[in-house]
């Protein structure tokens, strides 16, 4: 068969991985954090699904949103990426961002529960599956999809909200608290971009090139400055952006936000993010099972494997990344109580 040229160009977003044997037909788009396994035949496109699982079953590409969302292995990636990072220039090339909940990912999340809702509402019942942009998913999973999707969209609202106040406190008035929630302008609202590790509001690099494409830039040295600043700004477009994200959830911008509303986002945020850190460690247990040890204590018995084993990988509640991640939720519990603490003195 004649072609007119090569097509075979596939795009796989930050932190996705695929198992050992996996094949992928390109043109393939796979979104930011999914593991793909097995053998796929079919052009498909699920970069609107972060988080998500691409399985294969009998010849048919299952997309399996969010569900990758609570896998340990999605965490350890995430904190091992920047621990890896050894650059000791502080002029560095590369501008990377390397934070997991970000605008980017944030408004892919917020864009899937907008399909999901409309997938719900029109597929038949009696149908076991949806068929997206070339993909199948089961339809029952869609609700469950949903759930952990807006888990975590209300996550990263609250871990927004709650950096800006970090230093609040006890005697701080609602004046200051209102001035320390409000966003500079709106150069972080809209669509955001991932260019090479660097996240940016699309808004600013549409802008560089045009300038580039104009000859305002008309150096190499003037086009790193550009990114630098985007690179260094991007606090300030992120919490441009979630504000935008927090009025189309509560009608008001965080500075005018009641405060009933301040605590509702801080509880929501301190329940959401520990039991996503629970339903990790959950995941991690699984690497300390009967399971596991089947190849450890050969010529022993069952207490030689158990012996031999935790010689080897240590004991879960020693684990550094499981002490890490109970720290962690912690933390959350103890800063979401001493803010609700200050903020319910004000109701």
């Given at each position: 068969m004649y072609k007119l040229g090569p097509v075979h160009q596939g795009i796989l977003e930050r932190g996705s991985k695929t198992g050992s044997f996996a094949y992928l037909l390109l043109p393939a788009h796979i979104g930011a954090f999914t593991v793909v396994v097995g053998k796929h035949y079919n052009n498909f496109d699920t970069s609107e699904f972060p988080f998500s699982?691409?399985?294969?079953?009998?010849?048919k590409s299952i997309?399996?949103?969010?569900?990758?969302?609570?896998?340990?292995?999605?965490?350890?990636?995430?904190?091992?990426?920047?621990?890896?990072?050894r650059r000791k220039d502080r002029d560095k090339r590369d501008l990377i961002h390397f934070q997991m909940f970000n605008?980017?990912?944030?408004?892919?999340?917020?864009?899937?529960?907008?399909?999901?809702?409309?997938?719900?509402?029109?597929?038949?019942?009696?149908?076991?599956?949806?068929?997206?942009?070339?993909?199948?998913?089961?339809?029952?999973?869609?609700?469950?999809?949903?759930?952990y999707y807006d888990m975590a969209i209300k996550i990263y609202m609250g871990q927004q909200l709650t950096?800006?106040?970090?230093?609040?406190?006890?005697?701080?008035?609602?004046?200051?608290?209102?001035?320390?929630?409000?966003?500079?302008?709106?150069?972080?609202?809209?669509?955001?971009?991932?260019?090479?590790?660097?996240?940016?509001?699309?808004?600013?690099?549409?802008?560089?090139?045009?300038?580039v494409k104009s000859s305002k830039?008309?150096?190499?040295?003037?086009?790193?400055?550009?990114?630098?600043?985007?690179?260094?700004?991007?606090?300030?477009?992120?919490?441009?952006?979630?504000?935008?994200?927090?009025?189309?959830?509560?009608?008001?911008?965080?500075?005018?936000?009641?405060?009933?509303?301040?605590?509702?986002?801080i509880?929501?945020?301190?329940?959401?993010?520990?039991?996503?850190?629970?339903?990790?460690?959950?995941?991690a247990m699984k690497e300390f099972d009967a399971g596991s040890m089947i190849s450890y204590g050969?010529?022993?018995?069952?207490?030689?494997?158990n012996s031999d084993f935790h010689a080897v990988r240590g004991e879960f509640d020693k684990n550094k990344f499981v002490t890490g991640l109970k720290k962690e939720s912690e933390e959350i519990e103890r800063e979401a109580d001493r803010l609700t603490a200050i903020l319910g003195r004000n109701v």
């Open positions: 699982y691409i399985s294969e079953e009998k010849g997309l399996t949103p969010a569900m990758n969302l609570f896998t340990v292995g999605t965490r350890r990636d995430n904190e091992k990426w920047p621990a890896r990072d605008p980017y990912i944030a408004g892919k999340i917020t864009n899937a529960i907008r399909i999901i809702d409309d997938l719900i509402e029109k597929t038949d019942r009696s149908k076991d599956y949806v068929s997206y942009k070339g993909i199948t998913i089961p339809r029952l999973l869609l609700k469950t999809a949903r759930k950096a800006r106040m970090r230093t609040l406190a006890d005697d701080l008035s609602l004046t200051d608290l209102r001035g320390m929630l409000a966003s500079r302008g709106t150069e972080g609202n809209g669509k955001w971009v991932d260019i090479c590790g660097l996240l940016s509001p699309a808004g600013k690099i549409d802008e560089l090139i045009d300038e830039l008309r150096y190499v040295e003037e086009l790193d400055g550009h990114l630098f600043s985007i690179y260094e700004n991007f606090d300030f477009y992120a919490w441009e952006w979630c504000s935008d994200l927090i009025s189309q959830y509560y009608d008001y911008r965080p500075e005018d936000l009641p405060v009933i509303s301040l605590l509702q986002i509880t929501e945020w301190k329940t959401n993010a520990v039991r996503l850190n629970n339903m990790i460690l959950q995941d050969a010529d022993g018995d069952s207490g030689t494997r």
